[in-house]
C-alpha cells in the first residue's frame, strides 16, 4: 500500500511508540464527518477517539474561539479571566450532587493522576485499588493503576507502589447472572481487605464507569452502587474515571448517571472542550478545601482557549438538546446493530450506554475465542466505505461505535449498512 507524501514525512520524525490508527491524512473537518486531501468524506465514528462529542469544529466553538483569541490566549495561573470563573459556573451545574470545585490541567492522564493525589492528601492514606483491564493514561502514575495491556507497563518499573487491582465485572464473559458477576467482584474486594491490604489504608477506589480502551466493558448498575456503599463503609473516596464516558458520550452529561452514584472525586477530559486540551479533577468543595494552596499545580491547565471553548461545547449539549436527540436516536441504532448481531455468528456482543457501544467479535459464540484479525478486516472495508471506526480490548476485537452527538437518523443508517457490507466482504476475504 503507498502512503500518501504527508503520512511518509510525519513518520520521518515520529516516534514509533506513537501509534495513529489509520494512515489516512485529514484535511478538513466538520460536524460528523472527516474529508481527505481529495475530498473524500468520511462518517467519524471514532469521534476523535471520543473526543468530538459535538461533531468536529461545531460552531458556537468556533465563535467562542475566534472571539477569545482577539483578548487573551493565555494566562499560566498569574492571573485571573473571566472565562476561567464562568466555567467553573457552567461544569457546577452538569456534575452530579455536589461537585462543584475544579481543578483544570491538559489531559486525561494528568486529571486521572490529580484525582489521585487529591485522594492520597484528603484522606492521609496510601492505597489505591484499580480494577482488572483498566486503562486511565500514560504517566507513570497512570500506568501503574492501569491493565488493559502488558504494552502500557512493559520496562516501566518500578511503578506505584500500594497500587491493587481486583477483576472488574464483565457480565459477557461470566457464567451466571449479572448479580452474580457483580458479587464475584465485591467478594474479590472482601479478600483483599482480608488478606492484603487493610481498607483504612485506602485513599481511594477508581474506576471507570464503562471500561473503555479495556473492551467496552459494561457492569451492571449494581457495580457502582455497590462500590459506593464499600466507600461509605471505609471512608474511602470513590474516584470516577469518566475522561471517555463524560460529556454526554453516554447520553447523560455522565456515565455514573445511569447507576444514580454520586462519587467523591471524578476526572474529566475528552469531550469537555470539543478537542481544545483540558481536563478538571472534580470533587465538592468539602474535599476540595482540604488540598492546601501549592499541593498541585499547573501552567497550561484551564487555558483561556480551552476554558471558551468547554463553555461552548456545554452551551451546544443543553440547547441544541443533544442528549435527548440522541435519547430518541439510540434504539433504532440498536436495534440496527443488534440485527447485525443476529445475522453474523462472529458478532458475538453488542452492548453499550447512549452513544458507547462495544462490537465484540469472536470465533464463535459458545468459545468466545477474540477474533481481532477479523475486526482489523471490518474496519479497513468500512475506511474504504467511507467510515471511519477504532478498536479496543486487549485482543483488537473489540469495535467502539461511538457517533457523535450531531448524528441524524440517516447517518446511523448509512454506518449500519457500510457496517453490514464490510462485514460481509470481510468473512469472505478471510475464507
Ligand atoms: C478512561 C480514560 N482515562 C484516561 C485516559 C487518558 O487520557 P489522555 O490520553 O487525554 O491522557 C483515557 C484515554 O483514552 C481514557 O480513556
Not at 261 to 287: T, Y
Not at 325 to 344: F, H, I, S, V
Request: charged fraction near 25%; hydrophobic fraction near 45%; aromatic fraction near 8%.
Amino acid at each position: 500500500m503507498t502512503l500518501h507524501p504527508i503520512v511518509e514525512r510525519a513518520q520521518r520524525h515520529l516516534t514509533p511508540a506513537l501509534v495513529i490508527d489509520w494512515p489516512l491524512v485529514v484535511a478538513r473537518a466538520e460536524g460528523p464527518y472527516v474529508y481527505d486531501p481529495d475530498g473524500k468524506a468520511y462518517l467519524d465514528f471514532a469521534s476523535g477517539t471520543a473526543v468530538a462529542n459535538i461533531g468536529h469544529r461545531p460552531p458556537r466553538v468556533l465563535e467562542a474561539l475566534r472571539r477569545q483569541m482577539d483578548r487573551l490566549i493565555h494566562a499560566g495561573c498569574t492571573y485571573y479571566f473571566e472565562a476561567l470563573a464562568e466555567l467553573g459556573e457552567k461544569l457546577a451545574q452538569v456534575m452530579p450532587g455536589d461537585i462543584d470545585t475544579f481543578f483544570f490541567s491538559n489531559s486525561g492522564a494528568e486529571a486521572v493522576e490529580g484525582a489521585i493525589k487529591l485522594a492520597k492528601y484528603v484522606t492521609g492514606r496510601s492505597a489505591v485499588i484499580a480494577f482488572e483491564g483498566a486503562f486511565h493514561g500514560r504517566t507513570l502514575a497512570c500506568v501503574s493503576l492501569t491493565t488493559s495491556a502488558v504494552k502500557f507497563r512493559r520496562r516501566y518499573a518500578p511503578l506505584l507502589p500500594e497500587v491493587y487491582h481486583v477483576p472488574f465485572p464483565n457480565p459477557y464473559r461470566f457464567e451466571g447472572t449479572p448479580e452474580e458477576c457483580v458479587q464475584a467482584t465485591m467478594d474479590a474486594l472482601d479478600r483483599l481487605f482480608e488478606t492484603r491490604v487493610p481498607p483504612e489504608a485506602v485513599a481511594a477506589i477508581l474506576v471507570e464507569p464503562i471500561q473503555g480502551e479495556g473492551g467496552y466493558v459494561v457492569p451492571p448498575v449494581s457495580f457502582l452502587q455497590a462500590l459506593r456503599k464499600v466507600c461509605d463503609d471505609h471512608g474511602i473516596l470513590l474516584v470516577l474515571d469518566e475522561v471517555q464516558t463524560g460529556f454526554g458520550r453516554t447520553l447523560r452529561w455522565f456515565a455514573c448517571e445511569h447507576a444514580g452514584v454520586v462519587p467523591d472525586v471524578m476526572a474529566v477530559a475528552k469531550g469537555i472542550a470539543s478537542g481544545l486540551p483540558l481536563s478538571a479533577v472534580c470533587a465538592p468543595r468539602r474535599i476540595m478545601d482540604s488540598w492546601n494552596p501549592g499541593a498541585h499545580g499547573t501552567t497550561f491547565g484551564g487555558a483561556p482557549l480551552s476554558c471558551v471553548a468547554a463553555i461552548a461545547t456545554i452551551d451546544t449539549i443543553r440547547e441544541d438538546r443533544l442528549l435527548e436527540k440522541g435519547q430518541a436516536l439510540q434504539p433504532g441504532m440498536m436495534e440496527g446493530l443488534r440485527r447485525l448481531q443476529d445475522r453474523y455468528e462472529c458478532l458475538g456482543d453488542v452492548r453499550g450506554l447512549g452513544y458507547m457501544v462495544g462490537l465484540e467479535f469472536v470465533r464463535d459464540r459458545r468459545s468466545k475465542r477474540p477474533r481481532g484479525e477479523l475486526v482489523r478486516r471490518v474496519l479497513e472495508n468500512a475506511l474504504a466505505d467511507g467510515l471511519l471506526l477504532i478498536t479496543c480490548g486487549r485482543y483488537g476485537n473489540v469495535i467502539r461505535w461511538i457517533p457523535p452527538l450531531v448524528v441524524e437518523a440517516e447517518h446511523l443508517d448509512r454506518a449500519i449498512c457500510i457496517l453490514d457490507r464490510a462485514i460481509e466482504r470481510a468473512l469472505r476475504e478471510a475464507g
